[in-house]
């Protein structure tokens, strides 16, 4: 494991120089971040509503029949979080 900071405090970089990460994986920062992060919040929320609603009309996933209530609050809680990743993403535009 490198790390950027000696034992001593010092920036192993000097002048504000950062390790650029290597192979497929680059951080990404600033605009693309919340894009990403926005997205991401959308697709999981949209899964989510798709499993709680699977769930409640086919009772797959949890057997359905005792958890209609958590049924219908999961669909609530993944509507709500869908809607305000919706709403980020318009304001990233």
Same mark, same amino acid.
Not at 55 to 79: H, R
């Given at each position: 494991?490198?790390?950027? !900071?000696?034992?001593?405090? @010092?920036?192993? &970089? =000097? &002048?504000?120089? +950062? +390790?650029?990460? $290597? *192979?497929?994986? %680059? =951080? +990404?920062?600033?605009? /693309?971040?919340?894009?990403?992060?926005? &997205? *991401?919040?959308?697709? %999981?929320? /949209?899964?989510?509503?798709?499993?709680?609603?699977?769930?409640? %009309? /086919?009772?797959? =996933?949890?057997? *359905? @029949? $005792?958890? !209609?209530?958590?049924?219908?609050?999961?669909?609530? /809680?993944?509507?709500?979080?869908? &809607?305000?990743?919706?709403?980020?993403? +318009?304001?990233?535009?």
């Amino acid at each position: 494991m490198t790390r950027s !900071v000696s034992v001593t405090g @010092e920036s192993l &970089y =000097p &002048y504000g120089q +950062r +390790r650029v990460a $290597s *192979g497929l994986f %680059v =951080p +990404r920062k600033g605009r /693309a971040m919340e894009k990403g992060l926005t &997205y *991401g919040a959308l697709g %999981v929320a /949209a899964l989510m509503f798709l499993i709680f609603l699977l769930d409640l %009309v /086919a009772k797959f =996933p949890f057997g *359905g @029949e $005792s958890f !209609v209530f958590v049924d219908i609050l999961g669909l609530i /809680a993944s509507g709500v979080v869908a &809607y305000l990743a919706w709403n980020a993403s +318009r304001d990233l535009k």
